[in-house]
């Protein structure tokens, strides 16, 4: 059977394996583990940025990331279905006291007027005591719910230059940022340079089996191993693990364009079946997001978790982002659902 769940269900080549075997290690919480400093090393110098971190997980290097930005009480600005903040199981509220402000993204792409909407303006009548401080905006390339989604380059440049006018520091989820560089020809540095902080993950098509890296300058860095260490993050022999991603990284990432073309085969087969719907043109790298037209079926057996109305919920939903695009919008910034005339509410 193949597993097609998620690009997290790899295996290690025996290649992996035996460099994973053979890996020199140290005490990380000593930082004397020659791989992990190789790996963090190359890591920061690919991405563009002064130094870098390695962690268990994205959650991880995430999660630390926000942290290392905010104190408790500060907004962040999240698209709606944001990894952080959909699948972290909570951690910018438990780990961060952080209050999301969530933005209407299309496939999580949205616009420097999202931004700025949001983050509205400030009152004369209003005691700046009694505020919520916002500190920080975070993006996602690619986008996991969106499907894999590429921010273009000159979209993600003016929406950083958003919140950079409006005094916010930026971070990246850049779990499959290797995909976007591996689709577009654009490196990781461009990607990354507006950034104040970006998470890279080993584990995310590349092979590896452990492992995220946090990167940004020495100072962010060094405050985000306080809390690192502070969830229980710290290593001991990690060169082990380190060593997978250094040879995911050395061998595996220029190999990432194969399984984009994998996927688009998938969805063009999957577009041939009736009772799929798909648009193939949305898989834009290695994730493909499809749903069925009708689910009547599965009605008397809905899954652990689900009742007939979420499944009727999910059913009706599937056709909207197509009726939208086709059916178009006559006040010309709806955000899918978001304005009355929409002929897609229907």
């Known amino acids: 059977m193949i597993d097609l769940r998620s690009d997290t269900c790899s ?20 930082g004397d583990d ?21 962690m268990p997980s994205g959650t ?11 104190e408790p009480g500060d907004a962040v600005l999240f698209d709606n279905n944001a990894h952080v903040y959909m699948l972290e199981g909570g951690a910018p509220a438990a780990f961060s006291g ?14 420097p007027e999202d931004v700025h909407t949001a983050l509205g303006r400030s009152h004369p009548f209003l005691p700046a005591a009694g505020a919520i401080p916002a500190k920080l905006l975070c993006l996602e390339n690619t986008h996991n719910i969106g499907g894999g989604a ?40 461009d990607y990354a340079a507006p950034f104040d902080s970006v998470s890279v993950c080993f584990s995310k098509a590349l092979g590896a089996p452990v492992g995220s890296c946090l990167v940004g300058s020495r100072d962010f860095i060094a405050r985000a191993r306080r809390f690192k260490k502070q969830i229980g993050g710290g290593f001991r022999q990690a060169g082990i693990i380190a060593a997978g991603a250094l040879h995911a990284l050395h061998h595996h990432r220029q190999r990432l364009g194969e ?18 719907l798909i648009d193939p043109a949305a898989v834009e790298t ?43 919008c006559s006040t010309g910034d709806c955000r899918y659902r978001r304005c009355a005339s929409c002929p897609a509410r229907q």
Not at 14 to 26: D, T
Not at 34 to 54: F, I, M, W
Not at 98 to 111: A, E, M, N, S, Y
């Open 11 to 30: 295996r290690p080549t025996p290649e992996m394996r035996a460099a994973m075997a053979n890996a020199e290690v140290g005490d990380d919480v000593y």
């Open 34 to 54: 020659p791989t992990v400093n190789a790996l963090e090393r190359e890591t920061a110098q690919l991405l563009g940025k002064e130094d870098a971190v390695y």
């Open 60 to 70: 991880m290097t995430n999660q630390v990331g926000i942290r290392a930005h905010t």
């Open 98 to 111: 952080v209050l999301p402000r969530l933005l209407p993204g299309i496939r999580g792409i949205f616009t």
């Open 150 to 189: 590429i921010w273009p380059i000159d979209r993600l440049k003016a929406v950083t230059a958003a919140g950079r006018q409006r005094g916010l520091a930026l971070h990246l989820d850049g779990a499959r940022l290797w995909h976007a560089t591996a689709a577009t020809g654009i490196s990781e540095a």
């Open 259 to 276: 399984t984009h073309q994998m996927a688009q085969r998938f969805a063009q087969g999957l577009a041939q079946l009736e009772r799929v």
């Open 286 to 328: 290695n994730i493909v997001r499809f749903q069925l037209k009708d689910l009547d079926a599965a009605r008397g057996s809905a899954p652990a978790g689900y009742s007939h109305a979420s499944i009727r919920d999910q059913r009706h939903s599937s056709g909207f982002l197509s009726r939208h695009r086709t059916q178009g």
